[in-house]
């Protein structure tokens, strides 16, 4: 079985052959082809794997290239992890919206949408290639904005193009584990898009636990989302929020602590990953973990005091290279598995689009992948659901039309933004700092 990775030379991807690799890897993967555009990037990845190769039994065939027909030819698997514009383009993504006065975040905000901007028509070309080269192939995607740019490949490729994220089934984890459950006994609701979404029920033989947890204090205290939010707030709203909420419920204190912050999350991972890239060492392997380790305990540490750290029960989510392949493992051995993912709506939010791209629960077998019913969604999480759903797929019409009047609009249709003028102003300073951006509406 060949699994092909799409940004093959990123920080991440040992952390997905550590997966693969494992003795207890429910899948086996036999060729891992690495695809990226630097042949630097890959040669250090390669290097780590190389390491990390000797102490594992089962080991795929490794291959690097920077020719993508040659990646994706016979692959049966596809993970997507590519960033166009490389951290320099996070950068101007997350400055620009703090320099007009908004939420300069990666994903979340304007900034999400300038990520947008940049990487949907790569990612619609890379789509297209797939549905020439390996048109069987499943796609996981874990290129951010995730739900975005799943929603753009399945435009393209369909129902094979699946969104994934590590957030909401470590949140789902977390609360089970808070009421006594494992995650393999209950059912639960979640329902949202991607970096969007609340847990709103766990059940364990037909009891709803989630009502007891939220009255508990002790309970509460084991849960990362809780404490970003605060207790009375989850208690107020009924659920648990995915925790990229916090920018849309703290939008202010968000921002100002980003914006007191000495460097943006962009510029501490620019520093931290040209540092590694251009200087991984005599032993890239150890200097690979130590920048791992910094970089997952300073993850959103704008939403923590200054002396707070991140739990061990924070990251038990396993990571995008642990869902992936839980994904990859259903699908191939049909042994069935209950997840969270952003597939198409189909009516499950009927007051959104059914081509949608929503985040729910889903079963996954050898037949493909199954979302649940969920429970009727309606006021502020609809209108929050509505309004930022409005604005993704204005920017996805926008870059299929090379239309910046439609990515003004998808500017200012976004809760984050507060202004129409201030919409026009940064997609103005959008299209003059990042020539993706430019380039995209300088052919039109």
Avoid at 101 to 127: C, D, I, K, S
Avoid at 315 to 323: A, C, I, L, N, S
Wanted: contains cysteine; glycine residues 10%; aromatic residues 6%.
């Amino acid at each position: 079985m060949k699994l092909t990775i799409i940004g093959g030379g990123g920080f991440r991807v040992p952390q997905v052959f550590e997966a693969v690799a494992a003795d207890d890897a429910p899948v086996r993967i036999d060729e891992l082809a690495l695809y990226d555009v630097s042949a630097t990037r890959l040669e250090t990845i390669g290097a780590i794997l190389a390491r990390l190769a000797r102490e594992r039994r089962h080991v795929p065939t490794i291959t690097t290239t920077t020719d993508l027909e040659e990646a994706l030819r016979g692959a049966d698997f596809i993970f997507s992890a590519v960033r166009i514009g490389g951290t320099r383009g996070r950068i101007l993504d997350e400055r620009t919206a703090l320099d007009l006065g908004v939420l300069g975040q990666e994903t979340v905000g304007p900034g999400g949408l300038a990520y947008a901007l940049r990487t949907v028509p790569f990612m619609t070309h890379l789509a297209e290639t797939i549905r020439r080269v390996a048109p069987e192939a499943w796609v996981i995607n874990f290129t951010n904005p995730a739900g975005i740019v799943t929603e753009a490949m399945q435009r393209v490729l369909g129902d094979r193009v699946v969104g994934i994220c590590d957030t909401p089934i470590g949140l789902m984890r977390r609360a089970a584990a808070a009421t006594g459950s494992s995650a393999d006994r209950i059912t639960f609701d979640y329902v949202g898009l991607n970096h969007l979404g609340w847990l709103r029920s766990i059940s364990a033989e037909g009891e709803d636990l989630l009502p007891g947890l939220l009255e508990s204090d002790s309970k509460l205290a084991t849960i990362e989302e809780a404490r970003l939010m605060g207790f009375d707030w989850v208690r107020a709203i009924g659920a648990l929020p995915n925790e990229y909420l916090y920018y849309y419920y703290f939008t202010r204190e968000a921002t100002a602590s980003i914006r007191g912050a000495a460097s943006t999350r962009g510029e501490f991972l620019d520093r931290q990953q040209s540092a590694f890239y251009g200087a991984p060492g005599d032993d890239p392997l150890a200097t690979w973990l130590r920048a791992r380790h910094e970089r997952e305990a300073s993850y959103m540490a704008e939403s923590r005091g200054a002396e707070e750290e991140r739990r061990e029960s924070d990251v038990d989510g396993g990571g995008y290279h642990q869902v992936a392949l839980d994904l990859m493992a259903a699908l191939a051995s049909g042994r069935s598995a209950t997840m969270i993912l952003n597939v198409r709506n189909n009516a499950l939010v009927p007051q959104l689009p059914d081509d949608a791209v929503v985040e729910v629960g889903c079963v996954v077998d050898a037949e493909g992948v199954h979302p649940w019913p969920v429970a009727p969604v309606d006021g502020e999480m609809l209108g929050l659901m509505t309004q930022v759903k409005s604005a993704e797929r204005l920017v996805i019409g926008a870059v299929n039309e090379r239309s910046r009047e439609l990515a003004w609009r998808g500017f200012a249709a976004h809760p984050l933004v507060d202004s129409v003028g201030v919409a026009r102003s940064l997609l103005d300073t959008y299209t003059e700092r990042i020539p993706e951006i430019g380039s995209l509406f300088d052919s039109a």
